[in-house]
């Protein structure tokens, strides 16, 4: 049998093998579409290359696409579990062509996968093509399809367009017939929405250019988008047709009828389907970054979510048990999409909080739904104004209201249900009038009751797409900001962070879409209309800028790290003074900038310098560590009850997010076990810590009664205040020595301080090389090349003198192997290579080096086998460098 993930191999390695680029999945959460809820199709994460407006190092793609269609224009939501082939998540089998191959390859490709590679019976297929499309039409009769079976199809099923103008052109369809046991008949025919011919794969060609006037020409670069559903395949191959008999599918249903002790087939048939489909939904969005809310995407999450969970409460399961089924899913999928395991914790916790929380409502609610169905005569609608309350007290949206009542043959008075929304929207709006807020917020009121919440994406990207949904400036809303025009964006997404929690609001860049010439300055995010809105205060410094425009968006890369590494150590460092003053420290207030960190805790005296020293060494020993920075969502009481701190002046909901970061060698202490930081926040933080660099204090000081204050510095900044303390201290010995002479101890002591401190900057340079935070390439990771262990990394803040004692600890931490170091010395490459006694016989440093250094402009290098050294003019192609060394050791 050819399981699901046998045919997405195949479909991928034979792409591969006809010279096309494997591009994994791009995530759930379109970056580059701001018109689309969820990416709905292969070709979302290429449209920029189809519009030109993207260039990349390949003209030949293949992807297996990640799709959800759930919300917005593309819902299946309602018809999932009931049919044979709808589903809110779904895989997109594509292959793609940027200007390079047309018709004359793509049919071909597909006929010959199809047939030969899939093995799919030939005369079970049959194509069709738009009616004008005699080219493809020909091109199918010379593969060997039958001209009885190319069917020609002149209505909008076999002419795509992207939009009203712009790229378009005619597809080309492959179907499949069941056979005569289903009914149905062929496409363009009475009964083609039968069940019996199935559209397997569908290839677009995007021929022409279309213009407002409705005129085309036909595209300098002609280029191929083709998607096939990989469900639909694997079920034909498996014999059915039925997606949710396909082995894949089935392995989820029958989990689900393990965890709730039910027959798989059984009456409760249609609720394993439901619940089968809808795991992989909201375990693909939660690991895409997508947590369950009450607004956009979120909200859709949520439903999805709920709507499983009414399933399993149907099934008569009694506690939770979506969170139950993850591991099987896991095991079924995650070789194909790692970061469904990465993300599996985190997946298990949200799919178990949710489900316990709606379970609390849930009796209650369908309680009501009952009791107002035995009232109402068997004909009438259920009342909108009920369904409206079942949707505000008990966390019930419409659409499972809906879903409910499908199953009793009732619908639900939606006039009702609106009205009865608005009067609720004016009863809010008058509450808020009065709270005494100053009357120019009531704009970003207006904002978020018209367009819902800003959609955060800097969790897991720095630059996207979004669209303009309103523009503010001086307290109101406006058409438009022009040129030199300072102002606010409201957008639909945005992975631009808004002041909050300590940390402050993101800068970066806006350009549009279609004119990149235009662009703003985004000079600070703040969050408003009660945190709803992220609101971008913008400075057009070309062009003008409307509502309803498309954008690109970029963060301040370089900021935005230095305020993750700041943020990060707040965290270490608030743990690391509870622990050496003692367990009343609690935060007080805190500021996370690009520049430095403020930490202000409660505490009745000043520390002394020891306590100073010591904090300070603990922080640096766990960012040393270089551990993983782990996130968690989960309800206030559970983060607690792990040994959560709470931070000073946020407002926590129902649901949190713990960030966890450090391990401790002696598990038993604290209530979080092993876990060194356990903290509610929703800021922004590194990978890893290492990615910190290094952390020194400036001091502490009085802030106000009872609590102090200590000011730090991160990474570069704390690297730059080393060197000038270590500057000054070279400056004060030199003024000494010439001013007094008689008093050459003193000086020597002056020195002697001088290189201590300069061996300690040089220490913790080679600290930070070894944690991971000084340069590309993370912590030296080693990995097998040609049979021997090889560690390669690219250095910043060291000097060609580091480089051998780093040399040795790498050799060390490798036990067998070879390492290849290069330092960006400001200008200039500095070069190290290594290789351990054990292999001096095989390998030769002084190779890897006389390989390495051309790469960087140099020439030669040379010292022992298992030490060599070089320079070279520059580190900008130290990835050739790299390359050239690793194939030395290919041999």
């Not at 003209?59 to 939501?77: E, P």
């Not at 279309?210 to 085309?216: C, L, P, V």
């Not at 909080?353 to 609608?381: H, V």
């Not at 970029?554 to 700041?566: G, L, W």
């Amino acid at each position: 049998m050819r399981t699901l993930n046998d045919i997405r191999s195949t479909f991928l390695d034979y792409f591969a093998k006809h010279g096309h680029e494997v591009v994994p999945s791009s995530p759930l959460v379109p970056r580059n579409d701001p018109t689309l809820m969820f990416v709905n199709s292969g070709m979302v994460q290429f449209k920029n290359l189809f519009t030109g407006v993207e260039h990349r190092d390949y003209k030949r793609a293949t992807t297996a696409q990640k799709c959800v269609r759930a919300g917005g224009k593309h819902n299946d939501l309602d018809n999932v579990g009931y049919t044979a082939r709808h589903h809110t998540f779904f895989e997109m089998l594509g292959n793609f062509s940027f200007g390079d191959y047309f018709k004359a390859d793509a049919i071909p490709f597909a006929w010959d996968l199809v047939t030969k590679e899939l093995g799919i019976d030939k005369s079970r297929l049959l194509t069709t093509v738009f009616h004008t499309d005699d080219e493809a039409f020909e091109i199918w009769r010379k593969v060997g399809v039958p001209e009885d079976r190319i069917i020609r199809i002149a209505t909008d099923d076999n002419f795509w367009q992207m939009g009203p103008t712009g790229p378009c052109g005619p597809c080309t369809e492959i179907f499949y017939d069941h056979g005569e046991q289903y009914w149905g008949g062929p496409p363009g025919s009475p009964e083609e929405d039968g069940d019996r011919f199935v559209e397997i794969w569908n290839l677009v060609f995007m021929q022409y250019e279309q213009f407002e006037d409705g005129t085309r020409k036909e595209l300098a670069a002609q280029s191929i988008d083709t998607g096939m559903g990989i469900e639909r395949v694997a079920a034909l191959l498996q014999g059915t047709n039925d997606n949710y008999a396909t082995d894949l599918m089935r392995s989820l249903i029958e989990a689900s009828a393990d965890v709730s002790s039910t027959d798989p087939d059984g009456p409760g048939k249609t609720h394993h389907r439901v619940i089968a489909d809808h795991l992989r939904s909201t375990s693909f969005l939660i690991a895409d970054g997508v947590m369950p809310s009450n607004d956009g995407r979120g909200y859709v999450l949520r439903r999805i979510m709920r709507r499983a969970m009414r399933h399993a409460h149907l099934l008569g399961a009694r506690d939770p048990m979506m969170h139950k089924l993850v591991p099987a899913l896991v095991r079924q999928m995650g070789a194909a999409y790692p970061e469904l395991g990465r993300a599996q914790p985190l997946i298990e916790e949200t799919l178990r909080l949710e489900e316990t929380r709606f379970k609390q409502t849930l009796d209650r609610g369908l309680k009501l739904l009952d009791e107002e169905l035995e009232r109402l005569p068997e004909s009438a609608s259920f009342p909108g104004e009920t369904a409206f309350k079942l949707y505000d007290t008990y966390g019930f949206p419409l659409d499972l209201t809906q879903d409910a009542l499908r199953e009793r043959d009732r619908q639900v008075d939606i006039d009702g249900f609106d009205s009865a929304m608005a009067e609720q929207r004016a009863k809010a709006r008058a509450a808020w009038a009065g709270s005494g807020e100053a009357a120019d917020l009531a704009v970003w009121f207006d904002i978020a009751e018209e367009h819902g919440a800003t959609d955060f994406l800097g969790y897991d990207t720095e630059t996207a797409e979004g669209q303009i949904l309103a523009l503010v400036r001086d307290g109101a809303e406006v058409s438009a900001l022009a040129e030199g025009e300072t102002g606010w964006a409201i957008l639909n997404q945005s992975p631009f962070y808004g002041e909050a929690g300590g940390q402050v609001g993101d800068t970066g860049w806006m350009r549009r879409l279609d004119n990149e010439d235009d662009w703003c300055e985004v000079r600070d995010t703040k969050r408003m209309g009660d945190g709803k809105l992220l609101a971008h205060q913008v400075t057009v410094r070309r062009g003008t800028f409307k509502p309803g425009e498309a954008v690109q968006m970029e963060v301040d890369h370089a900021r935005r790290t230095s305020i993750r590494a700041n943020h990060s150590a707040t965290h270490l460092l608030h743990e690391a003074l509870r622990r050496a003053l003692g367990s009343h420290v609690a935060q007080r207030g805190s500021l996370n900038a690009p520049d430095r960190l403020r930490f202000d805790f409660s505490h009745g005296k000043a520390l002394s310098l020891d306590e100073l020293k010591q904090i300070e060494a603990e922080v640096n020993d766990y960012i040393r560590q270089n551990a993983p920075v782990e996130t968690r969502i989960m309800t206030p009481d559970d983060a607690r009850g792990l040994g959560a701190q709470a931070l000073f002046g946020e407002k926590y909901g129902d649901e949190v997010r713990v960030v966890s970061m450090g391990t401790q060698s002696n598990s038993g202490k604290g209530a979080g076990g092993n876990t060194y930081s356990i903290e509610l926040c929703g800021g922004t933080h590194v990978r890893r810590t290492g990615d910190i660099g290094v952390f020194v204090t400036l001091g502490d000081s009085a802030s106000s009664a009872g609590v102090r204050r200590i000011e730090a510095l991160t990474g570069a900044e704390a690297f730059r205040y080393l060197s000038e303390q270590d500057h000054r201290l070279a400056e004060t010995a030199l003024e000494l020595k010439a001013q007094a002479a008689d008093v050459p101890a003193r000086v020597k002591a002056l020195l002697d301080e001088r290189k201590a401190l300069a061996n300690e900057v040089a220490q913790l340079r080679r600290e930070l090389a070894m944690a991971g935070g000084a340069g590309q390439g993370g912590g030296g990771a080693a990995r097998e090349i040609g049979g021997v262990k090889f560690a390669a990394q690219v250095l910043s803040g060291v000097s060609g003198k580091d480089l051998p004692p780093l040399i040795d600890e790498h050799k060390a931490r490798l036990g067998s192997g070879a390492v290849l170091l290069i330092a960006d010395t400001g200008g200039k490459a500095a070069v190290a290579a290594g290789v351990t006694s054990d292999l001096v016989g095989k390998v030769s440093a002084v190779d890897l080096v006389k390989a390495a250094v051309p790469e960087l402009g140099g020439k030669g290098g040379g010292g022992r086998p298992d030490m060599a050294q070089g320079g070279g003019a520059s580190a900008q192609n130290a990835e050739a460098a790299i390359r050239a060394a690793e194939a030395v050791l290919e041999g």
